[in-house]
């Protein structure tokens, strides 16, 4: 509970500060010798608790400005909404969270009863609407991606221990072993019935990499069917946003700075109704003998992707596709995602910070973002042309 209660504060600090994306829970950087990890792992209890809080917006159009802030899919969501009462307020966040929390049940890996862990102890079963839908669109990414974005990464996952916090380095003679099983292409799915069948023994699925922007834009839509016109959520630092605020202004969306994602943004966004979700190895990793293991997974070499991105984001309308994508870039690399990039520069604009301290970000958005630390004097403006 204290630690919650630490997370909440520090969440608001960060809100105050630059408008939505919040902090990460403090890492420890201590003794290498043994494990550290980023993060506890929790899950969010049966009983989740959301604490609202209300304050005057000072528009008059919605002159009440509340926050939820509750545990959910192992992090801290924040979700802000813009109304013309308390009650209305409290009914749009009670409904948002209530979602989550029904989509943390249905996807996480780790819980007995969700639909995932069922079909991952059988090796088949049949998704529902929400499970088809992420299904569907994830087999889409796998293909778009070239196989960077792969749901059927879950027995690496699994063996590095990020699923249940219990970390460890897998031999290589392991990961030989797993990476045959470990990808979609394994995966038989019947669209028209939903069923989903592992060709393997041993696979399984985790749309932990997705699984937050279909919250996110599912919020959205939550937001909008309780006649909220201005609102937005942080779940785990990922952010989406309905319209702007209730004057029509841009929000302004703090990026954290990958290397001291407590402390400091890397820069500030400036953002009206879409989604701005990043990737981070700051995000959840371990540390062993002074080295950060991550928890985005290379499939094509089973280890933490190692190609000198730290983080990427990736702002769109599509919370979906932005979570998706924002995974995808991570792995791929700069080159590569820069050229994944000019060919879908329709989709989607990115930011991607690089170990030697440079911002590369996508000409689409540019004008609109500030640097915050000088760190990062060195900006890359990506043209679509090259
Ligand atoms: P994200 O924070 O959205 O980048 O998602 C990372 C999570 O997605 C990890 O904790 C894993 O559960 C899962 N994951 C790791 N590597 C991949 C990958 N290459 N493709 C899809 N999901 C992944
Ligand atoms: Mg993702």
Known sequence: MKKLLSYLLLSAMVFCLAGCNEAEAPSSNGDTSHITASQPHESAGENTNVSISYTESGFESAPIKATGDFFAMDTVMSLQVYAKDEATAKEAIDAGAAEIIRLDRKLSTNRPKSDIYRINEKGEGTLDEDGRYLMTRSLDFYKKTNGAFDIAIYPIV????????????????????????????????????????????????????????????????????????????????????????????????????????????????????????????????????????????????????????????????????????????????????????????????????????????????????????????NINVLSRNG
Not at 181 to 192: G, H, K, P
Not at 229 to 237: K, Q, V
Not at 277 to 285: F, L, V
Not at 339 to 347: K, L, N, V
Request: hydrophobic share 40%; with cysteine.
């Open 158 to 377: 699994k063996a590095w221990g990020f699923t249940t916090s219990e970390f460890q380095i897998p031999s290589n003679a392991t990961l030989e072993k797993l990476l045959p099983i470990s990808r979609t292409s394994e995966l038989s799915y019947d669209a028209d019935k939903g069923v989903v069948k592992f060709n393997k023994s041993d696979m399984g699925i985790d749309f932990g990499g997705i699984a937050k922007g279909y919250a996110s834009a599912r919020l959205m839509d939550i937001f909008r069917e309780h006649g909220i016109e201005s609102a937005l959520c942080s779940l785990g630092g990922n952010v989406q946003l309905l319209n702007g605020k209730p004057n029509g202004d841009a929000f302004k969306v703090a990026i954290q700075n990958p290397f001291a994602p407590n402390e400091d943004y890397a820069g500030v966004l400036t953002a009206i109704d879409e989604a701005v979700i990043t990737s981070g190895s700051y995000q959840r990793y371990f540390e062993k003998d002074g080295q950060r293991y991550h928890h985005i997974i290379d499939p094509t070499t089973g280890k933490p992707a190692d190609n000198g991105i730290v983080s990427s984001t990736v702002v769109c309308k599509d919370g979906t596709l932005a979570d998706a994508y924002a995974t995808a870039l991570f792995v791929m690399g700069v080159d590569d995602a820069t050229a994944f990039w000019r060919s879908h520069a329709d989709e989607f604009d990115m930011i991607l910070i690089t170990d030697d301290d440079t911002i590369h970000i996508s000409e689409g958005i540019a004008d609109r973002f500030e640097p915050m630390d000088q760190r990062f004097s």
